[in-house]
């Protein structure tokens, strides 16, 4: 037992180790850093005591700066204007990673690498909690040990807990909140087990809405095989969830005129990417560049036509990009490409597919070949792993949470880090056969 134990803590400490030196090396890495100051800026109005406000031409400034250096720059290095037009944080983003890196600027200062150490900190205990998954679902220590070692090793997601963005904390949160719920429907005790988790999910849908898929299948799935057995313990778990989830609800409500949860869905402008993934007859292109001048022109053009927006409005991109209008707008492309080409949408979507599944970017990303080469043996892996775990039931669950994030990822385009969170099942699989393989062949 002291020497499993020892093992694990071995584990942990290079989960540790890889994200620090990940951390020391690229602390400031540009990739993805210009989603950093959306969320930074408003911890100074939070702090203030001024409330969700943030201010979006000072992001902008900000967000040029970096862009210019090629670098993410601590908000302590920016002067707040003296007067500033500020609105409420709700019409851009959602609160979770503002209230969590206020405190943390509050007192050590408004440098990002505090927050940035404190992510790591977590996404390495999500190998103690994979380790202990595996366990109470496989009972096979190799295979527990094996599947916290692959969660430490695996870059993609080391160098996801670095970056000061929401994404960092999800892996955290799927793993726990799903270790939490998998423990419930293996105990006695499953309401204790089952409100620990609902909580989980529900405030980490505080940053990223798109962790209440991951919900909404493992209860589905709960109920339909434990049928009116479930539906006690299910209930505990929705009204939670939805308790949680009815303080923001209301903000946005209030703000809005909306029942939502984020300031927009994204869910219009990313199928409108996953169009342009694909040589089309309408004009989508996967890339940034484009679409930003089709919004300063097209979409600049319909938000004037529009009953919704003011002059206030169409003069930032970034509350236009966050208005009622941006949606309606790209969805109006969207669903006019769908209806004139129906079967080459479904097409397109399937062929996205294999990309999703296999967490691996479009060929002309220049990482493609790095993750494709890791990536691909590890579902590989994975497969076999669920067929030799002998098709235990609870397994299914850990299914489950890997197709909740296939299953919305594939019609429309996505990035990298909105799929790492639910591949950790691929770990634990992936694990089973290792540990088949070194039991017949290595001991």
Known sequence: MKSKMKDLILVFVLALLIRS?????????????????????????????????????????????????????????????????????????????????????????????????????????????????????????????????????????????????????????????????????????????????????????????????????LCAYYLFDKRRAA???????????????????????????????????????????????????????????????LILTDMFNYARDSPETNENLIENILIVTTSKVYDEFWFGKVFSAIKEEPLWYAYSVIARVPFVVFSIPRPNNPYFLQLAVVNIPLLILAVFGFFMSGGKQKTVYLVLIALSYISVSSFMHVDLRDILPGIFPYFIFASVALSNFKSKYLS
């Open 21 to 217: 030196l990940i951390l020391y090396f690229q602390h400031d890495d540009f990739l993805a850093a210009n989603m950093s100051p959306q969320h930074a800026e408003p911890t100074r109005h939070v702090n203030g005591g001024e409330g969700l406000l943030l201010n979006p031409a000072f992001i902008e400034s900000i967000n040029k700066e970096q862009t210019k250096q090629s670098k993410l720059i601590d908000l302590q290095e920016f002067e707040s204007p003296k007067n500033e037009s500020l609105i409420p944080l709700g019409a851009l983003i959602s609160p979770g990673y503002v209230l969590f890196m206020s405190p943390i600027f509050l007192i050590v200062g408004e440098r990002y690498i505090y927050v940035q150490i404190i992510q790591i900190v977590f996404d390495s205990f999500c190998v103690l909690l994979i380790y202990k998954l595996t366990m109470r679902l496989l009972k096979n220590d190799s295979a527990a040990l094996l599947s916290a070692g692959l969660y430490a090793i695996y870059l993609p997601i080391a160098k996801l807990s670095t970056l000061a963005i929401p994404d960092a904390l999800m892996p955290f949160f799927v793993v726990s909140a799903s270790y939490f719920f998998l423990l419930a429907i293996s105990e006695k005790n499953k309401t204790k087990n089952f409100i620990f988790s609902a909580i989980l999910f529900g405030i980490a849908s505080y940053f990223k809405t798109s962790i209440l898929s991951v919900a909404i299948f």
């Open 231 to 293: 539906i006690k313990s299910s209930l505990v778990f929705i009204l939670i969830i939805f308790l949680l989830l009815i303080p923001w609800s209301l903000y946005r409500y209030n703000l809005t005129g909306e029942i939502s949860l984020t300031p927009r869905s994204g869910f219009a402008i990313r199928m409108w990417y996953g169009i342009g993934e694909y040589e089309n007859k309408w004009g989508a292109v996967a890339n940034d560049e484009v679409n930003y001048r």
